[in-house]
C-alpha cells in the first residue's frame, strides 16, 4: 500500500530523520572542536576567550540543529497535510488532480518541468 509513510517518495520521514541524525553528528563534533579550543585557552589563562568559546561551542551548534529541526517537523507537517487532503479528495469522488500542461506544438519538448518551450 502506498500511503503517506511510503519509503519510495523523494520525502519520507525515515530519510529527514536520518539526515538530522547525522547533521546531528557532525555539530557535535564541531562543539567538542569548540569546547576543546575553549580548554586550550583556559590552561593557557586566557579567562574571557574560554568562556566565549565554551558558549559558543554549546549555543550555536543547537541553535543550528533546533532551528532544522523545526524546519523538518514543518516540511513533514505540511506534506502530511496535503497528502491526507488528497486522500479525502479521491474518497469523497472529487476529480484527480489536472494533469499537466503538454507542449504548444508537436515539435516542441519542455526544457524543464514548468521551463519554457523550446523547437526543435
Do not use: C
Request: neutral net charge.
Amino acid at each position: 500500500m502506498r500511503g503517506q509513510w511510503d519509503h519510495e517518495q523523494p520525502l519520507s520521514p525515515s530519510l529527514v530523520r536520518s539526515a538530522l541524525a547525522l547533521l546531528g553528528g557532525f555539530l557535535a563534533a564541531l562543539a567538542l572542536v569548540i569546547l576543546a579550543q575553549g580548554v586550550v585557552n583556559l590552561s593557557a589563562g586566557n579567562w574571557l576567550p574560554a568562556v566565549v568559546q565554551f558558549t559558543a561551542g554549546i549555543a550555536f551548534p543547537f541553535a543550528i540543529w533546533l532551528g532544522l529541526r523545526m524546519l523538518a517537523d514543518i516540511l513533514m507537517v505540511a506534506h502530511r497535510s496535503h497528502d491526507k487532503l488528497e486522500l479525502m479528495v479521491e474518497k469523497s469522488g472529487g476529480a484527480p488532480a489536472a494533469p499537466r500542461a503538454q507542449p504548444q506544438t508537436p515539435s516542441a519538448r519542455r526544457a524543464g518541468d514548468d521551463g519554457p518551450v523550446y523547437p526543435e
